[in-house]
């Protein structure tokens, strides 16, 4: 099996900074894309940010120039550095990857559990 873990949520006042992790472990023989996604209250959940297993970036246009996504590929984790915060940036934010299990010859989506994100105005 392969799980995804996120650490790093929590209450923040607006323009503030946080960073979250996220940590892929199991049986993992390649992880292509990994990505942030984020759903508040009543809104379907957004991508955020995603990197390429070679380092490629993309943003959604609500986080540009305020969110980084990088990626540690041996330790198979995705971050998300957080700043300039903003209360319409409260939501619960989902890891998720790309991942060819070390079992399967075929990609896999998987989803972490979610970390809650609070900007207080």
């Known amino acids: 099996q392969v799980q995804l873990v996120e650490s790093g949520g929590g209450l923040v006042q607006a323009g503030g900074s946080l960073r979250l992790s996220c940590a892929a472990s199991?049986?993992?023989?390649?992880?292509?894309?990994m990505g942030w996604y984020r759903q508040a209250p009543g809104n379907q959940r957004e991508l955020v940010a995603s990197?390429?297993?070679?380092?490629?970036?993309n943003y959604a246009g609500s986080v540009k120039g305020r969110f980084t996504i990088s990626r540690d590929n041996a330790k198979n984790t995705v971050y998300l550095q957080m700043n300039s915060l903003k209360p319409e940036d409260t939501a619960v934010y989902y890891c998720?990857?790309?991942?060819?299990?070390?079992?399967?010859?075929?990609?896999?989506?998987?989803w972490g559990k979610g970390t809650l994100v609070t900007v207080s105005s």
């Open positions: 998720n990857a790309e991942v060819r299990p070390s079992w399967a010859q075929y990609v896999l989506d998987y």
């Open positions: 199991g049986n993992i023989y390649r992880i292509n894309t």
């Open positions: 990197i390429t297993s070679g380092g490629s970036t």
